[in-house]
Nanobody, 112 residues
Framework: QVQLVESGGGLVQAGGSLRLSCVAS?????MGWYRQAPGNQRDLVAT???????NYADSVKGRFTISKNNAKNTVWLQMNSLKPEDTAVYYC?????????WGQGTQVTVSS
């Protein structure tokens, strides 16, 4: 049973920073972060492949940075210059060649 354990969410003022972490119980090809605000669909935030290739949503480019430690099966999302519209539940997603896994989600709330 593969597990993804997320941490690092919380409440922060606009302009502040948070760092999310996700640890997988086994190695993954691609890991990333998605977010879902109330009443909205779950959207891509950022992904990173095992080769280190990254992809970001336009709304977070220049503010968020995704990084990964393959040996530790861990992915981080450094979020800077946070805005109230970044408020959402953030989900870790990890993929192998055949399966797709999701974490339980961590709440990020940015106050104005």
């Amino acid at each position: 049973q593969v597990q993804l354990v997320e941490s690092g969410g919380g409440l922060v003022q606009a302009g502040g920073s948070l760092r999310l972490s996700c640890v997988a119980s086994r190695s993954m090809l691609t890991m990333g972060w998605y977010r879902q605000a109330p009443g909205n669909q779950r959207d891509l935030v950022a992904t990173i492949s095992s080769a280190g290739i990254t992809n970001y949503a336009d709304s977070v480019k220049g503010r968020f940075t995704i990084s990964k430690n393959n040996a530790k099966n861990t992915v981080w999302l450094q979020m800077n210059s946070l805005k109230p519209e970044d408020t959402a539940v953030y989900y870790c997603r990890a993929r192998t060649s055949t399966f797709d896994y999701w974490g339980q989600g961590t709440q990020v709330t940015v106050s104005s």
